[in-house]
Nanobody, 128 residues
Framework: QLRLAESGGGSVQPGGSLRLSCAAS????????MAWFRQAPGKDREGLAA????????YYADSAKGRFTISQDAAKNTLYLQMNSLQPDDTAVYFCAAGRPTWYTCYYHSEVDTFPYWGQGTQVTVSS
């Protein structure tokens, strides 16, 4: 059973940066696709970015383009999300997710139902 554990959340002022990490463990068969989502109070879970095996394919939602960067360190089984120019609208619980879809699904259909494995989430709060 694959387990995911996020870290790196916290409070930051508008314009600041954070780097989230997601450590994967418990399964010797690594996922082919990993992604970041977020969920703000009262809103649906929103996909932000996804990465296919070895970074060969990356996807970004419009809300993440230009400010967020997804990456992974295969040797450490860790996924990252570098977030810059954070704004109060970025306040949410951030989740990492993993699965073994094709590259096509990873890129074109990185939706909640695509991923069977989820972390517990890490809170990001952006306020002055």
């Amino acid at each position: 059973q694959l387990r995911l554990a996020e870290s790196g959340g916290g409070s930051v002022q508008p314009g600041g940066s954070l780097r989230l990490s997601c450590a994967a463990s418990g399964d010797t068969n690594p996922p082919s696709c990993m992604a970041w989502f977020r969920q703000a109070p009262g809103k649906d879970r929103e996909g932000l970015a996804a990465i296919y095996t070895g970074g060969t394919v990356t996807y970004y939602a419009d809300s993440a383009k230009g400010r967020f960067t997804i990456s992974q360190d295969a040797a450490k089984n860790t996924l990252y999300l570098q977030m810059n120019s954070l704004q109060p609208d970025d306040t949410a619980v951030y989740f990492c997710a993993a699965g073994r879809p094709t590259w096509y699904t990873c890129y074109y259909h990185s939706e909640v139902d695509t991923f069977p494995y989820w972390g517990q989430g890490t809170q990001v709060t952006v306020s002055s």
